[in-house]
């Protein structure tokens, strides 16, 4: 049972905010010219798992470094289709950065991608130690690890992971460390995360402060 938290480890697309629609946007615009043929959302979402460098390498492999260039050049034009972060996440987190809550981020974007949205909400200083994905396949685990690391977390139990994403829990599990099922994005798959036993499942960002505000400052 979590009963204190030092520190919070959050996702970013799906968790921080409703960012899905901009990835895929920007992977058909980018891809579709170089492999020259029509790309379902389904056929996109199907490679998820590394950061977009091994998308494009999975659906252009032939245009590698024009399609990284392209998606990202897109990603940053299209980005007004997400211009904030879901309604109550900055609150959120400078709530706990205040509170003396240390903040971190694990996410599968790529490095550029990452920084793009966070410069776009203008998040990036609350976070700690960022640490991003792979081209070559999912290494939340990793980075979960080097998190906790950085941070000098000995006791995995002070510190938990929020993500919308059945892997996000996974990942949580094989470091063993708690998990936050976000399940407040259109595009998160709730019943997928139920099916899972996350620590906690929320269904929208205030509940989760709430939650959290009793679990950290009633005990300051």
Known sequence: MIKTISTVIFDLDGTLANTLPLCIRAF??????LANRALSDQEIIATFGPSEEGTIMK?????????VADYLAHYKAFHDMCPTAFDGIPELLAM????????????????ASTQITLSQFRLAEYFRAIETGSPS???????????????????NN??????????????????????????WAE????RA??????????YSV??????????IFTTL
Do not use: C
């Open 28 to 33: 058909r615009a980018s891809i579709e010219p």
């Open 59 to 67: 659906l252009a492999p032939d245009h590698y470094e024009q399609g």
């Open 96 to 111: 706990l950065n205040a509170g003396g809550v240390a903040l971190a981020m694990v996410t599968g974007k790529g490095p």
């Open 137 to 155: 396949g999912p290494v939340k685990a990793i980075g979960i690890r080097k998190v906790l690391e950085i941070l000098g977390i000995n006791d």
């Open 158 to 183: 002070q510190a938990i992971y929020v993500g919308d994403a059945p892997s996000d829990i996974i990942a949580s599990r094989e470091v063993g460390i708690p998990v936050i099922g976000a399940a």
């Open 187 to 190: 595009t998160t798959d709730a």
């Open 193 to 202: 995360l139920e099916a899972l036993n996350p620590d906690a499942l929320f």
């Open 206 to 215: 205030a509940d989760f402060s709430a939650w959290l505000q009793n679990r």
